[in-house]
């Protein structure tokens, strides 16, 4: 279900990059550098990065986003943290 909502809100780049400036801080900082070291918005990374988890992701990982979420004030931002901080779905 969580999963179904940041991939629903996410694939919007526009949404996506207003998920990641929402998460603020040295994380949204990092994510934007490297999306323009990509020469791409954070928008366009952030969606690409949650499409790529939702088609490939392993069963632990969809586990790990679950629990990244648990006991969140905002569980879709934090899910879509620990997506955008899995290294191998920025490749």
């Known amino acids: 279900m ?3 909502k940041i991939v629903h809100s996410c694939s919007n ?3 996506a990059h207003a998920a990641v400036v929402s ?3 040295d994380f949204a900082t ?3 550098q490297e999306a323009a070291r990509r020469a791409m ?3 366009v990374l952030a969606a690409q990065m949650v499409a790529k988890f939702s088609a490939c992701a392993a069963d632990e990982d969809r586990g790990g ?3 990244a979420a648990r006991d969140s004030d905002q569980p879709i ?3 879509l943290r620990y ?3 899995r290294p191998a779905l920025a490749g």
Do not use: E, N, T
Request: charged content about 10%; glycine content about 16%; overall charge neutral.
């Open 2 to 4: 969580l999963m179904r």
């Open 13 to 15: 780049v526009h949404v």
């Open 23 to 25: 998460i603020g801080g």
């Open 30 to 32: 990092a994510f934007a």
């Open 41 to 43: 918005s954070p928008g």
């Open 65 to 67: 986003l679950d629990a």
């Open 77 to 79: 931002l934090s899910g």
């Open 83 to 85: 997506i955008l901080s």
